[in-house]
Nanobody, 127 residues
Framework: QVQLVESGGGLVQAGGSLRLSCAAS????????MGWFRQTPGREREFVAA????????RYADSVKGRFTISRDNAKNTVYVQMNSLKPEDTAVYYC????????????????????WGQGTQVTVSS
């Protein structure tokens, strides 16, 4: 059974940094795409970043390019997103997701393409 557990959220001032972690278990993820999404009340889930576990290729939402970096640690079966220069508009619940069937990178930003989701971790950026 696939399990994704996020951690690392919290309260930070604008301009600060946080690193979110997503510990994955339940199967081998070498052929998976791992994504980070975020959501605020009343809004749809929004793509943040995604990484192909096998070759570490990645994609980012325009809103986070240059500020966020996604990475993975094969030994720990964990995906990270390093978030720098945080802004109040980055405030959201951040979710980790996994897909074993994504082949087209242009679809990595679609929440419907992901099979498994974590419970989320709250990130709050104060101004």
């Amino acid at each position: 059974q696939v399990q994704l557990v996020e951690s690392g959220g919290g309260l930070v001032q604008a301009g600060g940094s946080l690193r979110l972690s997503c510990a994955a278990s339940g199967r081998t993820f070498i052929n998976y795409v791992m994504g980070w999404f975020r959501q605020t009340p009343g809004r749809e889930r929004e793509f943040v970043a995604a990484i192909n576990w096998s070759d570490a290729s990645s994609r980012y939402a325009d809103s986070v390019k240059g500020r966020f970096t996604i990475s993975r640690d094969n030994a720990k079966n964990t995906v990270y997103v390093q978030m720098n220069s945080l802004k109040p508009e980055d405030t959201a619940v951040y979710y980790c997701a996994a897909s074993g069937s994504l082949r087209n990178p242009t679809l990595w930003s679609w929440p419907s393409q992901y099979d498994y989701w974590g419970q989320g971790t709250q990130v709050t950026v104060s101004s």
